[in-house]
Every structure is written in structure tokens, then in C-alpha cells.
């Protein structure tokens, strides 16, 4: 995988070239060189895999969200999914142009969080989810949701990655109340991408988190957390369903895709690094 130009958001655009997969990505020579938006490369990664990119959040500058007092009420989804939504003036993060590794960020205080409406992983048919962060984590006493998705009523969540209390900064893959892949004690106090992904095909399930570009721990579940892994729930960003353990951080980036085959641990591995490359780590 090699990055194809810059990444800035696009002003003007046609379809030209190829991702590292393969898919067809929009070109703009509006500023002079060719670029190729992240976005789109991002997306063309998966669907180079036969997957959908339900949600794709970037946060880079003022094209990617919009902004009331400097904090964020909308932060534009990329993917197929709906926008991610906070109409609680108190609970927005706010918007910082060089808070992460001098690029953009949004600042979660601890009460923030955004959402989208519910998307259909369900309804397509999909038996896998790779759910994906950029983030630094500010709080080690404390467990702290950064992003999840197939929450259920009751305290069963699906897909999700949490900073955990008993680790500085570890990681948590949150499979329904009964199961989870934990990474152990890896520092999330400086910035980097976390992927957690789910595959329902496996036997008898298995859950994966990477760290740093690769896998740092794995477990099988049990084929029963389908329902909360594969769901029609919204996406939460900064918490979970309910307003407990909410982020202390900052988060850059966020991306859920899904699909019918196998983890492409290829593409996953090419958005990690597309993510990590935009924001200079």
C-alpha cells in the first residue's frame, strides 16, 4: 500500500486512478497536483474487499463538521451511515486545530459524546465488523468509552473500544457483558490507531485487537453475541449507549465498515496506515 498525494478534503472532483486495492478513486486537480481525499481512499480500500464503510469520521478541518462556540454539533460521516449528531449545547467536544500531533482533533471532556441514527449492519446481511480510532487517551483511573456500536439495552454492547482502569490506557474489545479481548497493558497516553474487529464466521467467533499496526490479542466467543456484534443500532462516538464513561481524549478519527467475508486484514491494515499518515505519526 502506498499513499497516492495529498489528502486533503476534495473542492472539485472526477473518478481516476486506483486505491492500492484497486478501487476507482475520485481525482481533483483544482489546486494544482492531482490529490486523492482520504476519504476516498479509505473507502476504496473496502470496497476493493466487497466490505461498506458504514461510518467515516475525519476530523482535519471545518469541511469535516460543523461548529457552534468552537464545539461540535455535527461531524460529517463519509460512509453510508448518518452524520454524527449532538444537539446538547454541554455535551459537545470541541474542536482543536493542532490538538493532536499539531493536526486536528476534537477534545472530549469526559461528558461529551456524538451518535448517529441507527445503521443497518444487520439488515445487510454482513457477518463481520472492524471498528477503528485514532485517539490519545487523558484518563488511567478511570474506564473511558471511545467509540461502540450494536449497543443493547441492558449493558450488552457490540463492537467497541474502551480505555480500561486496570491497565494504564489499555485497550477493551466489549463483546455483550460475557466476553472480551483485552490487550493488556498498552499506554494509549500518546496518540495511535485501535482496531477492533469481530468475525462471526469463525469458530466459534473471534474477536481481535490491533495496536500499532498489529494484532496485540485475540479470544473466540461464542456465536450467541451475533445479534449485538451485527446490529441496527447507532454508532456512538466518545461513549456508549448510556451517558456513563464517557471519553477524557481527544479523537481524530473513527471508522466502522463492515461486510459478507472474511476480516480484510490487508485493507485494515492500509486504512490504519492512511489514518497514521494523515495526522503525521
Given at each position: 500500500?502506498?499513499?497516492?498525494?495529498?489528502?486533503?478534503?476534495?473542492?472539485?472532483?472526477?473518478?481516476?486512478?486506483?486505491?492500492?486495492?484497486?478501487?476507482?478513486?475520485?481525482?481533483?486537480?483544482?489546486?494544482?497536483?492531482?490529490?486523492?481525499?482520504?476519504?476516498?481512499?479509505?473507502?476504496?480500500?473496502?470496497?476493493?474487499?466487497?466490505?461498506?464503510?458504514?461510518?467515516?469520521?475525519?476530523?482535519?478541518?471545518?469541511?469535516?463538521?460543523?461548529?457552534?462556540?468552537?464545539?461540535?454539533?455535527?461531524?460529517?460521516?463519509?460512509?453510508?451511515?448518518?452524520?454524527?449528531?449532538?444537539?446538547?449545547?454541554?455535551?459537545?467536544?470541541?474542536?482543536?486545530?493542532?490538538?493532536?500531533?499539531?493536526?486536528?482533533?476534537?477534545?472530549?471532556?469526559?461528558?461529551?459524546?456524538?451518535?448517529?441514527?441507527?445503521?443497518?449492519?444487520?439488515?445487510?446481511?454482513?457477518?463481520?465488523?472492524?471498528?477503528?480510532?485514532?485517539?490519545?487517551?487523558?484518563?488511567s483511573?478511570a474506564?473511558?468509552?471511545?467509540?461502540?456500536?450494536?449497543?443493547?439495552?441492558?449493558?450488552?454492547?457490540?463492537?467497541?473500544?474502551?480505555?480500561?482502569?486496570?491497565?494504564?490506557?489499555?485497550?477493551?474489545?466489549?463483546?455483550?457483558?460475557?466476553?472480551?479481548?483485552?490487550?493488556?497493558?498498552?499506554?494509549?497516553?500518546?496518540?495511535?490507531?485501535?482496531?477492533?474487529?469481530?468475525?462471526?464466521?469463525?469458530a466459534?467467533?473471534?474477536?481481535?485487537?490491533?495496536?500499532?499496526?498489529?494484532?496485540?490479542?485475540?479470544?473466540?466467543?461464542?456465536?450467541n453475541?451475533?445479534?449485538?456484534?451485527l446490529?441496527?443500532?447507532?454508532?456512538m462516538?466518545?461513549?456508549?449507549?448510556?451517558?456513563?464513561?464517557?471519553?477524557?481524549?481527544?479523537?481524530?478519527?473513527?471508522?466502522?465498515?463492515?461486510?459478507?467475508?472474511?476480516?480484510?486484514?490487508?485493507?485494515?491494515?492500509?486504512?490504519?496506515?492512511?489514518?497514521?499518515?494523515?495526522?503525521?505519526?
Open positions: 500500500m502506498s499513499i497516492i498525494g495529498p489528502t486533503k478534503p476534495p473542492t472539485l472532483g472526477a473518478t481516476l486512478g486506483a486505491s492500492a486495492s484497486g478501487g476507482a478513486l475520485p481525482w481533483d486537480a483544482g489546486g494544482g497536483a492531482p490529490y486523492f481525499p482520504l476519504e476516498s481512499q479509505i473507502i476504496a480500500e473496502f470496497t476493493a474487499a466487497g466490505w461498506t464503510t458504514y461510518g467515516l469520521f475525519l476530523a482535519r478541518g471545518l469541511d469535516d463538521f460543523t461548529l457552534v462556540s468552537g464545539d461540535v454539533s455535527v461531524w460529517v460521516n463519509y460512509g453510508t451511515g448518518g452524520n454524527a449528531l449532538q444537539g446538547t449545547a454541554g455535551a459537545r467536544p470541541t474542536w482543536q486545530a493542532t490538538g493532536l500531533n499539531s493536526k486536528g482533533t476534537f477534545d472530549y471532556d469526559g461528558g461529551d459524546t456524538l451518535a448517529t441514527a441507527n445503521i443497518n449492519i444487520a439488515g445487510d446481511s454482513q457477518t463481520a465488523t472492524v471498528l477503528m480510532a485514532l485517539f490519545e487517551d487523558d484518563d483511573a474506564t473511558r468509552w471511545v467509540a461502540e456500536y450494536g449497543a443493547i439495552a441492558g449493558g450488552r454492547s457490540g463492537t467497541g473500544i474502551e480505555t480500561i482502569t486496570d491497565t494504564l490506557a489499555g485497550i477493551n474489545f466489549s463483546t455483550g457483558g460475557t466476553a472480551s479481548a483485552t490487550s493488556g497493558a498498552v499506554s494509549m497516553a500518546t496518540p495511535n490507531v485501535v482496531s477492533a474487529t469481530w468475525d462471526s464466521a469463525l466459534a467467533s473471534e474477536a481481535t485487537i490491533r495496536h500499532a499496526g498489529a494484532d496485540v490479542t485475540s479470544t473466540r466467543l461464542d456465536n453475541l451475533s445479534a449485538h456484534m446490529a441496527t443500532e447507532p454508532l462516538i466518545g461513549g456508549r449507549y448510556n451517558a456513563s464513561s464517557r471519553t477524557n481524549g481527544r479523537i481524530s478519527a473513527v471508522v466502522l465498515a463492515a461486510g459478507a467475508t472474511a476480516i480484510p486484514l490487508t485493507q485494515v491494515a492500509n486504512v490504519e496506515a492512511l489514518i497514521l499518515a494523515e495526522w503525521g505519526l
